[in-house]
Each structure stands twice: as structure tokens, then as C-alpha cells.
């Protein structure tokens, strides 16, 4: 049972436009999320994330969305660089508790 | 900057052996994890440790063992390694709660595949 879902695998962005990242979940005890970049060959690396008493989080050119009544997150990227290109994780945590719950990724191309 | 060191980026082991995975962060965060990574399923919880001694199991800790004799080093045990354990494991660490807006610092995986 996917509580955390990505249901696009792959995503292509020209250089300079919008990324847009989604995720959903199920889980409505999840009360704080967070996005993960991961580089091939390497471990992922903690981006930007959202606690549920906010709708909007941004950190320079990543701005993370939370629509609570939708059970739906995005992560936005402006403008996409080449660096860019990784598989992107959301993730979804309750307070009190260690298990954090990941999707499944979403590989992300930015076309120079 | 953390770092999670983890000891072996590949590794090849046959079936029925022993395994041991070891994870060492030099931040003396408090938590300690183990994941695996598996095409199109994500990361997935294996252990987590939240002080010395002290286990908790994830989603899917059968066929797996931890160990957390000091504060900076988690290990994970294969205890009779089969080929489903062909996986991509992942360890990191925390300050603190994850909840609490403490995030994890991960490694940079060990590659295992069982023959």
C-alpha cells in the first residue's frame, strides 16, 4: 500500500522553464513532508520541506506547495538548470514518529 | 558538513552467507537508519536506531538484523543472505525527530548483489 505516491516516473525540462514535481498521499496523520535530490551512484540529499501548518516553503530557486484538502504536494524548480537533472524523492513523516515514508521518485532531464 | 561514511560502495556475496553492512556519521547525530533502495519502489525502512542499544524495526526488517554498539556506527546484518537482498541499502543519520524538522543525512549507498 503506496502511501506516498509520484505517479510521474520521468519528467523533461527545458533549461530556464518551470520543473514541476508532484506527490500525493493518502496518510492525512502525515504532518510534515520533505523533497530529496538523488545524483546517480550517490546518496540523497535532503532539498527543502514543509511542515502542515504552512502551504508554501521556498528556498532560493525550489519552492515547495502543500495543499492539505487535496492531499497533494509539489516542488517547484525556477529557473531548471542542468544541475538539476536527478531522480527527485518526496517523503512524509508524522511528529513523534521516525518512519519516514518515501514515493517512488521521479527522474528528472533538463534539456540544455 | 555531515558526513555518513558507509563502508563498502559495492559488494558481492553469495547465498547463505553472513553480511554485514557498516554505516559510521561523525556528527553524533542521535538517530541512525537503514533503508534499500529498489527500482520503482523508493526507499523503503529497513532499521532505525534512536540511541546506543536501542532498535526499532521498519517496514521491512525480515531477514535483517542491527546493531548500535556506539553512537556513531550502525551496522546491518544479513543474518543468511538470499537473492531478494539484491538491493541498493542506504544509511543515514539524524539529530533528531525527523518529524520535528530534523532532516536525514544519508550515505552514498552500498551496491549489494547476492549470487
Known amino acids: 500500500d503506496q502511501q506516498v505516491k509520484q505517479n510521474s516516473p520521468s519528467l523533461s525540462v527545458q533549461e530556464g522553464r518551470i520543473s514541476i514535481l508532484n506527490c500525493d498521499y493518502t496518510?492525512?496523520?502525515?504532518?510534515?513532508f520533505l523533497w530529496y535530490k538523488k545524483y546517480p551512484a550517490e546518496g540523497p540529499t535532503f532539498l527543502i520541506s514543509i511542515s502542515s501548518i504552512k502551504d508554501k516553503n521556498e528556498d532560493g530557486r525550489f519552492t515547495v506547495f502543500l495543499n492539505k484538502s487535496a492531499k497533494h504536494l509539489s516542488l517547484h524548480i525556477v529557473p531548471s538548470q542542468p544541475g538539476d537533472s536527478a531522480v527527485y524523492f518526496c517523503a512524509a513523516i508524522n511528529f513523534g514518529n521516525e518512519k519516514l515514508t518515501f514515493g517512488t521518485g521521479t527522474r528528472l532531464t533538463i534539456i540544455p | 558538513d555531515v558526513k555518513v561514511t558507509q563502508s563498502s560502495r559495492y559488494l558481492v556475496k553469495r547465498t547463505g552467507e553472513k553480511v554485514f553492512l557498516e554505516c559510521v556519521q561523525d556528527?553524533?547525530?542521535?538517530?541512525m537508519f537503514w533503508y534499500r533502495q529498489d527500482p520503482g519502489l523508493g526507499l523503503r525502512l529497513i532499521y532505525f536506531s534512536y540511541d546506543v542499544k536501542m532498535k526499532e524495526k521498519g517496514d521491512i526488517p525480515e531477514g535483517y538484523s542491527v546493531s548500535r554498539e556506539k553512537k556513531e556506527r550502525f551496522s546491518l546484518i544479513l543474518e543468511s543472505a538470499s537473492t531478494n537482498q539484491t538491493s541498493m541499502y542506504l544509511c543515514a543519520s539524524s539529530p533528531g525527530p525527523t518529524g520535528g524538522g530534523q532532516p536525514q543525512h544519508f550515505g552514498d549507498g552500498t551496491r549489494l548483489s547476492i549470487l
Open positions: 556528527m553524533d547525530h542521535e538517530n
Open positions: 496518510n492525512s496523520m502525515f504532518d510534515y
